[in-house]
């Protein structure tokens, strides 16, 4: 037998026995199969403390929190303790694991396991489009559905063309058009159009999904004329039409970029952020995470929008909590994509950063599925200490589970948590430790 292929494992041995007699402050003693295992932690001070993790310990298959250990008989060394008999489940022999608990109230870490590396968040991408969204447009942002014409209206006849411009807005419904289109003949004098009608979807790039979806996915497809969130409107505009009287009377119809920019707004359907994000949040719907996405696109001013432009927004944002934007990748808003990279501790900060700011915070909490009691945490931690505590986005794909939320303690304290489980073989693996993590920082 060739000891070549031991010589890995020896060296390791090797490597633990010559430190086991090290002591002092920046070690810490673990015991694995009769094998005393030294591994090194570095001095902390309080000011060092940040959010960003160092690198993940890993003892052999166990794990270890990364957060220097807190004085012996304080709830937060109960909290680490504890969280560390969870971790060292036999799930994690076959997956991989990242978390990240935060302190609001002391501004410090309380745990943390392998909180940097990039792992694909699933539906926890929500929380990045949201707080995104929220800090560059703000909470009363509106989406808008524009509806122009070109030429004069004589004789009940609008003499030129009918520009309907979309704002992305999965919020409008046949009842919406319906209104817009009455209007245009109560107010506007509009009996039938002569023109064209001209449907303008310059607001985002021309591509019908998202960057990495897969072909098999039961969504989309996108465009920034939508219906209840699905690509129908010419047909529901064409009733909505013929319901309020107004003759159609050319049959050219067709998709113009930027077609509305000489044309005069006669009508407009809203809807606030809010009317968004709380379905978006609550029941995970991914096309409007997609459109709310598209709103910071539009920031941007280009026609035809990217998700490049979406992305740049979470970019700078980053940048401004102090995470390099260069360790993660934005590839939609929804969490749909296969190409989206983040971390518990990317989660985690704009968690963060999120609370620390009124004006995000304000909108974002509201939105969150509470444990027990509604959305997609509505059946899960019933029965518990976590039960209408923990407000959390959770997280769902293939292979993927995650949460990311907050936890109000009874001792005052307030935290911040992320959790990606990823290479699971199903969700309810990832679900039931997401669940005892949460059930424990209750306690």
């Known amino acids: 037998m060739r000891i070549t292929k031991f010589l890995p494992l020896l060296l390791l041995l090797a490597s633990c026995a010559s430190r086991r007699s090290a002591s002092g402050p920046g070690y810490q003693v673990y015991q694995q199969n009769d094998q005393t295992v030294v591994v090194e932690q570095p001095v902390t001070t309080g000011e060092e403390k ?211 920019e000489q044309a005069k707004t006669v009508y407009t359907i809203s809807h606030g952020l809010d009317e968004l994000l709380v379905p978006m949040m609550k029941e995970s719907d991914n096309i409007y995470a997609e459109c709310l996405f598209y709103q910071t696109a539009a920031l941007s001013g280009k026609k035809g929008a990217s998700y490049k432009d979406a992305g740049s927004k979470t970019e700078e944002l980053l940048m401004k909590i102090g995470l390099d934007p260069g360790s993660y990748r934005i590839a939609d808003g929804s969490g749909l994509s296969l190409y989206n990279y983040a971390s518990a501790e990317m989660l985690a900060g704009l968690l963060i950063y999120a609370w620390r700011n009124e004006a995000v915070r304000e909108h974002l909490l509201p939105s969150l599925p509470v444990a027990g009691v509604d959305g997609t945490l509505k059946k899960r931690m019933t029965d518990t200490e976590a039960y209408g505590i923990v407000k959390a986005k959770t997280g769902t794909v293939t292979g993927i589970s995650s949460l990311a939320g907050y936890i109000p303690l009874v001792n005052g304290h307030t935290l911040a948590f992320a959790i990606i489980n990823q290479g699971i073989s199903s969700a309810s693996e990832g679900r039931a430790f997401q669940d005892d993590v949460c059930v424990e920082l209750c306690k």
Not at 81 to 89: E, F, K, N, T, V
Not at 107 to 114: E, K, T
Not at 192 to 209: H, L, N, T, W
Request: proline fraction near 5%.
């Open 50 to 260: 940040a959010l960003v993790a160092e690198e993940p310990v890993v003892n052999g298959r166990l794990l270890m929190s990364q957060v220097p250990p807190f004085p012996q008989g304080t709830w937060q060394a109960g909290k680490q303790q504890a969280l560390d008999q969870l971790c060292q489940s036999s799930l994690f022999e076959t997956s991989q694991l990242g978390l990240y608990v935060y302190d609001l109230t002391d501004n410090q870490p309380l745990y943390a396991v392998n909180a940097a590396q990039r792992m694909r968040p699933a539906s926890c991408q929500k929380l990045v489009t949201a707080i995104t969204a929220l800090d560059f447009l703000g909470g009363d942002y509106q989406l808008h559905t524009e509806f122009r014409i070109k030429g004069k209206v004589a004789g009940g006849v609008l003499q030129g063309d009918l520009v309907v411009v979309g704002g992305m807005d999965p919020l409008v419904t046949p009842a919406n058009l319906l209104e817009a289109a009455r209007n245009l003949r109560q107010k506007q004098g509009i009996q039938s159009i002569a023109g064209r009608i001209v449907y303008d979807c310059s607001m985002r790039e021309d591509k019908p999904f998202g960057l990495g979806w897969c072909w098999d996915d039961d969504y989309g497809p996108l465009s920034a004329l939508l219906v209840g969130g699905k690509d129908a409107f010419e047909k529901n505009w064409l009733v909505a039409l013929s319901k309020a009287g107004i003759k159609v009377n050319s049959k050219a119809r067709n998709k113009g970029q930027g077609a509305g």
